[in-house]
């Protein structure tokens, strides 16, 4: 394929290339509008996907922007979904062997209510405000949302380390207060111990002399 009709704009050209077709030999123009710029010495074709001129000509505008700005998004980065930053993730908590792969599964599976149907581009700083809200709104501990906000971020990490992404989106953790609240005095614990089915004794009597929590500790 060669190229047909061209028109440059600084260091990039929109065109329709031209193709030799199979048997016949003939040539003829493609009827798709392509691109072509500069970025860093290095050249970038692409095709708009479009047989508009105008629709070229608005993306190569668009990737002219971004090489100003020393990057490239390009078509490769703007497919990736969040689907590819979740199992990006969770492949490499598997070749890593971490334990926790579970609750980063757990993790994702909140994420993906809100993010699931976005490319990665579309999840932006205000999104996840609102998911926090979201989670907050649903009853989660700060604690929980934070692991959850950091399964984004690592997520992210691995797509800007595998090209799949330009940047990450700000990610603001929540403040946790850890401090206990109230205290089980002794004789209030014989009094529950007292009550309870043999088979719960031993977790109580765990959690009252370590201070354990029962749900994420015992």
């Not at 090209?163 to 946790?176: C, G, I, S, T």
């Not at 370590?210 to 749900?215: D, L, V």
């Amino acid at each position: 394929m060669t190229e047909g009709r061209r028109k440059a704009r600084g260091v990039g050209a929109v065109y329709q290339p031209t193709y030799v077709v199979k048997g016949t030999g003939e040539r003829r123009m493609s009827t798709m509008w392509w691109i072509y710029y500069h970025c860093r010495g290095q050249l970038y074709r692409e095709s708009s996907r479009s047989i508009k001129r105008s629709d070229a000509v608005q993306l190569l505008r668009r990737r002219l922007a971004e090489s100003g700005q020393g990057r490239v998004i390009g078509p490769r980065v703007e497919k990736t979904t969040f689907d590819d930053l979740a199992q990006m993730l969770v492949d490499d908590y598997v070749a890593n062997g971490r334990r926790s792969t579970q609750r980063i599964v757990d993790a994702l599976e909140h994420l993906r209510t809100r993010f699931g149907p976005l490319r990665a581009l579309d999840i932006t700083a205000d999104r996840i405000t609102a998911y926090i809200t979201h989670r907050q709104d649903e009853g989660a501990a700060a604690a929980t949302i934070n692991r959850e906000l950091a399964a984004l971020k690592r997520a992210f990490t691995l797509a800007l380390r595998a090209d799949k992404v330009v940047q990450r989106p700000y990610v603001a953790l929540l403040r946790e207060d850890n401090r206990r609240k109230g205290f089980f005095e002794y004789d209030q614990y014989l009094a529950i111990l007292e009550h309870l089915p043999p088979d719960l004794k031993p977790a109580i009597t765990t959690a009252y002399v370590t201070g354990w929590r029962i749900n994420s500790e015992c």
